[in-house]
């Protein structure tokens, strides 16, 4: 492990002044900061044992898991077993998975999809039992999905059910969280953030589950949802918390290409029933850079696909599934159908246009197999933590199945444990946190992340050198010292704040690894590197 310790001399402990004498406070056994798959399934655990706060900066439906298309992987089919599953996601992870976790994960796999089953998920069946398809990188089919390719909608509609019918689990939508509020003793006491109504708020909690999912939108061309801002790996940061793995951000190969449309993401599960890739010539390219062709694993993809458009002079290359049955396309694939059609493609006569996008945070919150946290009574799950599963590659479908585990797993703890602590003994500190007022230049914040997105995808992309590695650091460096110090009173500026700090450690971590492994890729150091890199890289907030 090679741990770096950040300083903090130019940053604020706490984004906004922190006063309780004036600001409005709430009480809850647990709080869940989050609402996707990790956040909902947390709450239903610990909803049965405490009171439960749970929270999410826009509407419910407003989350990554509720756009996660091609479906859930687990041990469902009689040919596959968890040794497989396991061997799998080992192969992806190159050398650095948690195998304790792997195995913890596999296992819980199964059982937790049967209960999503019998909650109400509508999984796409055969002969009664659950269809499973294969994926890029899985050697069994094993990936769950449910009306085609909308599976994330159908599980997050199933538990929002499930929690709504919960009498101890309040659900607090457009709560925007600003600070982990910690105490003297390294713990965690509950959150600061703003309301709906735009007000301050506390919440006090026995104990915080972090669940705030990924930080995809701090790239120009991304497939994560407005709220992937890194806003939880941010706050942990500030609060104290070890952060692991921070290079690794894993780019999806195939996101619909169209200039000025949002970057859709066309599932991989395509490639896994058939869809071919081709450069603007309309040559196969991808046996030219793996074996297994288009199922070769995601970074592989990526990075194939990038340099032919390098080579072939284009901004894109092209999915082919024109050789697919058109009615069952539709069928399987409704939501991609209804996508292409909407762009007049074809799909039977025309190619779609498609090139790689920022897609998952494989590095996060470091926790242990409990989803516990660095910091006391602050468990993490979901996107945001870095549990040890993926290793430096998440294997396709495994991260819908890592949020459902180990919001099993930190909602029963933390609901146990919290339900074990007495109302009388709480206590809440009295806290007054002045921010000083910054006498420095404004910069305007959408124009920042404009250029940081920019910068991202250039600097800090699927293929990485030293020197713009440094180069991303200095320039964010520069734009913090006009952001940093500056106190917001609206989410759009508390987000500026927290994607920059996010984004220099990434670049940061991107520039300490030596070496290529997994999805980080360094041009100038190709080879992977066990016997120094065979180790995670920690980050934590200095003195
Ligand atoms: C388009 C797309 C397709 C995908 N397809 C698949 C797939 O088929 N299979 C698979 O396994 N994975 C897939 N993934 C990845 C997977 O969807 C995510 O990794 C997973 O859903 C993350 O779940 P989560 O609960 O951790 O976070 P999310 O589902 O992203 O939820 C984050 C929650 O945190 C809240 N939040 C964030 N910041 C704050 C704040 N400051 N204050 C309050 N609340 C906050 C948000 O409002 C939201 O409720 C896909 C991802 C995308 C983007």
């Known amino acids: 492990m090679l741990a770096l310790k950040i300083r903090q001399s130019e940053f604020h402990r706490y984004l906004v002044p922190v006063d309780t004498s004036s600001t409005q406070q709430l009480f809850t056994d647990v709080l869940i900061i989050g609402a996707g798959i990790a956040g909902l399934r947390a709450a239903i655990e610990a909803g049965s044992k405490s009171s439960v706060t749970i929270v999410c900066k826009d509407g419910i439906e407003q989350s990554n898991s509720w756009n996660a298309q091609g479906g859930i992987a687990s041990v469902l089919g009689d040919e596959d077993d968890f040794e497989s599953h396991c061997s799998d996601t080992i192969k992806t992870g190159c050398g650095l998975n948690n195998v304790e976790i792997v195995r913890q994960v596999v296992r819980k796999g199964p059982e937790l999809i ?20 294969l994926e890029g990188g899985h050697s069994h089919a094993r990936v769950a999905h ?77 497939t994560n949802q407005p709220i992937a801002t890194a806003d939880g790996l941010a706050m942990a940061f500030r609060a104290g918390a070890v952060l692991r793995d921070m290079e690794f951000m894993q780019f999806h190969p195939t996101t619909l290409y169209i200039a000025g449309a949002s970057r859709a993401l066309i599932t991989e599960t395509l490639r896994g029933e058939g869809a071919i890739l081709r450069d603007n ?111 430096a590659n998440r294997l396709g479908s495994n991260s819908l199945l890592e949020g459902l585990v180990f919001g099993q797993i930190t909602g029963e703890l933390a609901g146990e444990q919290a339900a074990k602590t007495e109302l009388a003994i709480r206590k809440y500190p ?23 997105r920019s910068l991202m995808w250039r600097n800090v992309g699927i293929t990485r050198t030293a ?29 500026c704040q927290n994607m920059l700090l996010v984004a220099f450690l990434m670049a940061l971590a991107a520039e300490k690894r030596t070496e290529s492994r997994g999805v980080h890729f360094r041009a100038d150091f190709t080879d992977t590197d066990d016997n120094k890199w065979k180790k995670h890289i920690e980050i934590v907030k200095g003195e």
Not at 482 to 492: E, G, I, Q, R, T
Request: charged share 25%.
């Open 146 to 222: 449910a009306h085609g390719d909308s599976t994330g909608m159908a599980i997050c509609k199933a538990l929002v059910r499930k929690v709504r019918s919960m009498p101890e689990v309040h659900i607090i939508e457009k709560f925007y969280a600003i600070d982990l509020i910690t105490g003297d003793e390294n713990n965690c006491l509950g959150v600061l953030g703003c309301n709906g109504g735009g007000h301050l708020q506390i919440i006090w909690a026995q104990n915080t589950i972090l669940s705030s999912g990924g930080a995809g939108r701090l790239y120009r061309e991304t």
């Open 281 to 391: 010539a309309g040559r196969a390219f991808m046996k030219d850079y793996h074996a297994d062709a288009e199922l070769a694993p995601r970074d592989v993809v990526s990075r194939a696909i990038l340099s032919q458009m390098l080579k072939t002079n284009s901004t894109h290359v092209y999915l082919d599934i024109r050789h697919f049955d058109k009615s069952h396309f539709s069928k399987r694939f409704p939501l991609i159908s209804e996508l292409c059609s909407s762009f007049d493609i074809d799909v039977s006569k025309d190619l779609i246009p498609v090139r790689p996008s920022a897609h998952y945070m494989i590095g996060g919150v470091k926790t242990d197999s409990k989803g516990r946290t660095s910091i006391k009574n602050l468990y993490a799950c979901g996107e945001v933590a870095s549990t040890g599963l993926h290793g």
């Open 430 to 452: 009295r806290m007054k946190i002045p921010i000083p007022i910054s006498d420095r230049s404004r910069l305007d914040t959408a124009d920042v992340l404009n250029s940081l």
């Open 114 to 133: 049967r209960q999503l089953l019998n909650w109400g998920t509508e999984f796409d069946t055969i002969d009664g039992k659950i269809d499973i398809t």
């Open 467 to 495: 020197k713009p590695l440094a180069e991303a650091q200095e320039i964010i460096h520069f734009w913090q010292r006009y952001v940093a110090d500056k106190v917001f009173d609206k989410p759009a500026g508390w987000e």
